[in-house]
């Protein structure tokens, strides 16, 4: 289970102060409520955040000189976010790496070689103020497997930079559990799909960075408060979570509930209305004061059953594992990398197992290969079927290597697909790209 911060000061998302039943409301006696936690509000200049108070992480947004490799980024825009609110200055640079740009890629963005040769920056430059803006904040960006792992990640290898190791946010995985509605979760259908009013612009990565955090903020977030997730690292995990099509569901099923509970806050001030899930999951154990819509009487969280249901079902959404006492002494299996190290050992068998280890190094290249060849067999005709998808996943199931890569890539872009009988034509897409990606690392 996720750890929720502690809620003696509750974050609560744009609340709206009603004055309905102030001077009248009643309420529950002190022999029924014991203690009674009444929640802070923290206005911000842009309403508050529904998220962790120190949730802070960053939205990055990049174009790209084209689809075929090499690949190069030539624009990189990012917003530092506390919670839901941008704060401070956007970041925004433009690089120059001396290559031509795709004429296709061009028509999208707009930018030319001699326009970058002109406005560009050195691109280690960039990279590193980048990485001097975001600092250790985790990241969120569209289609993090591609812009993040495939382009930035290995850019900042070629310039020689340290790995910018930080948990990531692919809001494009999140869209897909979101979003039910939209015939694709690519960012440009997004905008169209829920704010076609406005006007069509030249793809830039500072344009798609304002339009993704205005999506997150307006659509995502309702969501996600009616599911009752909260914090960056709750929405993190909800954006993996498959099969894809589970998640949307039930999505769609939190969405039909009522937003009609409200909460009061310091002050004897009524705030709301919210999601009942989205109250149990910021006040969880702590006893709140809340209200239903029409009614006049407050009663202790704890003791309305509504509010118990809504606890029971947010803890559906990540069960918690059952963990065993590590002991002291960590056992030492024959044949490991352990074992081969611990004294003592008859130099005999160290020797034996030694010369086995040296022989299994070639058996995670055999299944390399042998991936490579179903691949190839699997994409012959340049499509994949959802039997042949499920060949796939078998496949990596079954293999005894798999943090070994392009088997963990892979695996990695496959937890992102549904796993349906009629395979999403954009996940198709993407995976097809991946695939011919690592057929070209092989050749």
């Given at each position: 289970m996720i750890v929720r911060r502690h809620l003696a000061k509750a974050f609560l998302s744009a609340p709206t102060l009603s004055n309905e039943g102030q001077d009248s409301f009643s309420l529950p006696p002190d022999h029924r409520c014991g203690k009674i936690e009444f929640?802070?509000?923290?206005?911000?200049?842009?309403?508050?955040s529904d998220m962790h108070k120190h949730d802070e992480w960053v939205v990055v947004s990049a174009e790209i000189s084209g689809l075929t490799p090499p690949v190069y980024a030539i624009e990189i825009a990012a917003q530092r976010m506390q919670g839901w609110r941008a704060y401070g200055e956007p970041f925004h640079m433009l690089l120059n790496h001396r290559v031509d740009i795709d004429p296709a890629a061009k028509a999208l963005h707009g930018y030319s070689r001699t326009y970058l040769n002109e406005h560009g920056l050195n691109p280690l430059y960039v990279h590193r103020q980048l990485r001097k803006y975001a600092g250790s904040r985790p990241v969120a960006v569209h289609n993090?497997?591609?812009?993040?792992?495939?382009?930035?990640?290995?850019?900042?290898a070629k310039l020689r930079l340290s790995e910018w190791d930080t948990p990531g946010l692919c809001t494009m995985a999140l869209?897909?559990?979101l979003i039910s509605e939209a015939k694709s979760h690519k960012l440009p259908a997004l905008v169209k799909a829920f704010h076609s009013t406005e006007k069509e612009q030249k793809s830039r990565a500072l344009e798609e960075m304002q339009a993704l955090i205005k999506l997150m903020r307006h659509v995502f977030r309702e969501r996600l408060n009616a599911l009752g997730l909260i914090g960056f690292e709750e929405i993190c995990a909800w954006s993996q979570r498959c099969p894809t099509a589970s998640c949307r569901e039930a999505t769609a099923v939190a969405m039909k509930a009522p937003k009609e509970w409200y909460v009061l806050a310091e002050g004897k001030r009524r705030v709301g209305p919210y999601y009942l899930r989205y109250l149990a999951a910021l006040a969880e154990e702590d006893n709140w004061l809340i209200s239903r819509r029409g009614s006049k009487e407050w009663l202790p969280s704890q003791e309305v059953p509504e509010f118990q249901q809504a606890l029971e079902e947010n803890s559906r959404l990540f069960p918690k594992e059952d963990t065993k006492e590590a002991?002291?002494?960590p056992k030492i299996f024959l044949g490991t990398d352990a074992a081969l190290s611990s004294e003592p050992l008859f130099p005999k068998l160290k020797g034996g197992l030694e010369k086995e280890k040296e022989e299994e190094s070639f058996k995670p290249k055999a299944m390399v290969y042998e991936l490579i060849g179903l691949l190839k067999g699997l994409t012959a005709d340049g499509d994949l079927n959802a039997q042949e998808l499920r060949l796939l996943r078998n496949w990596i199931e079954q293999c005894p290597y798999p943090d070994n890569s392009p088997v963990a890539h892979l695996k990695n872009a496959l937890n992102y697909i549904s796993d349906e009988e009629e395979i999403d034509v954009e996940e198709k897409d993407e995976l097809l790209t991946i695939i011919q990606d690592i057929l070209a690392a092989f050749e």
């Open positions: 929640p802070l509000l923290f206005y911000l200049s842009s309403g508050v993090l497997g591609f812009f993040w792992k495939g382009v930035l990640q290995p850019e900042r869209a897909r559990r002991t002291d002494t």
